[in-house]
DNA sequence: GTCTATAGACCGATAGAC
DNA sequence: GTCTATCGGTCTATAGAC
């Protein structure tokens, strides 16, 4: 039973990676099990469809967000600095945004063109972090605009993140990280920064 | 002869839409013959490979956004109204955009994770936008950062149409375009408006 | 009779599913 | 480990215009 568990969490990282990088359609049953190095027979002991390991990826993805989350509002106590965490994930990740993009905007991408069922978890993605960040821009006062601008920050790091994966210009993704800095110093201090 | 070349059009006008609705990978031969209408036997005579579909379709793009972006120089006249169409481009395609995301994007996103030969041919559709933008901002009188600030321009653009896609909230689209239009109507007038 | 355009049988590989 | 569907891709046959 514990060997089952273990063996269940590593087929959903080595999903969660391959997803990642190749895309939820280019990869295959057969990716995955060469990854866990298991055969695809007992594969099937763990998962029947590849919607159901798609299901549990999102489900792992919304778990580890929620602890990253958690593990931000320790580190940073105040919401401005919080909100910079967010802001910087794009060059901490640089390299893999850089050669795959933003996992949460290329998975919703690519589960609305397939219609696919699991889009709405995806997008829950989204609305975890937009949650989050508006919660900060309430906790500084703006609790009107919290939603619109916790939008306009998960907007702006999509931007970055596509144009990374697209352009591969590092200099760019730094230049508009410090860009949307300096929006939201601006912010802070004057009422209404940005109409 | 002049039949042939009407229908290897049909063809890449369908295989353009359905690469943009469903995606690249996940869009048939099967699929692409039945929208136009013709056997699968028929259509390898046009393209031989599903390669030479993409460049095709990417080689079509590109043509149709030179057209269009010579279309926005003589209906615009002023630099200023000109990079205004283009940021407008994501409400006039709302709802293309809300569902299927922007076309340019989410190819080049797909293209990065197949490690796809054409993957150079549809950043060159990003370039293209950039180059012109970045001449705008030049007979702007903003030459020094002409390319930084069309690359931003890119970015927001692309950051609203990925969020359009995966919230479908017409209002955030609005919100963010006028945001948009605030920073280049700040920029327009004074020297270096946002650092 | 040749050339263009079309159709459809057919192939091996591999996908997801069980 | 097997099954079936479908994938991208190849091949040949043929119909009609010139």
């Not at 390991?53 to 602890?67: C, M, N, Q």
């Not at 931000?72 to 600095?81: L, S």
């Not at 060059?91 to 945004?97: E, K, M, V």
């Not at 970055?160 to 352009?167: D, K, M």
């Amino acid at each position: 039973m514990e060997k089952s568990v273990e063996t269940r969490a590593q087929i959903v990282a080595a999903a969660d990676r391959l997803f990642y990088e190749r895309g939820f359609e280019h990869t295959s049953f057969t990716a995955i099990a060469d990854a866990v190095q298991i055969s695809r027979g007992n594969f099937y002991y763990y998962f029947k469809t590849k919607d159901d390991i798609l299901a549990a990826v999102i489900e792992s993805r919304l778990a580890a967000t929620r602890r990253m989350l958690q593990q931000w509002e320790a580190e940073a106590p105040e919401p401005m600095g919080r909100i910079r965490r967010f802001i910087h994930v794009v060059l901490d990740n640089g390299p893999d945004i850089r050669n795959f993009g933003c996992p949460v905007g290329t998975l919703t991408a690519e589960l609305a063109k397939l219609d696919h069922p699991c889009r709405p978890a995806a997008t829950a993605l989204f609305t975890m972090f937009r949650t989050w960040l508006g919660c900060q821009f309430a906790a500084l006062g703006r609790e009107a605009e919290a939603n619109a601008l916790a939008l306009h920050v998960l907007a702006f790091s999509q931007g970055i993140a596509t144009l990374s994966n697209a352009l591969g210009d590092e200099n760019f993704v730094r230049r508009e990280v410090e860009r949307l800095e300096a929006w939201l110093d601006a912010g802070a201090s004057s009422r209404s920064p940005h109409q």
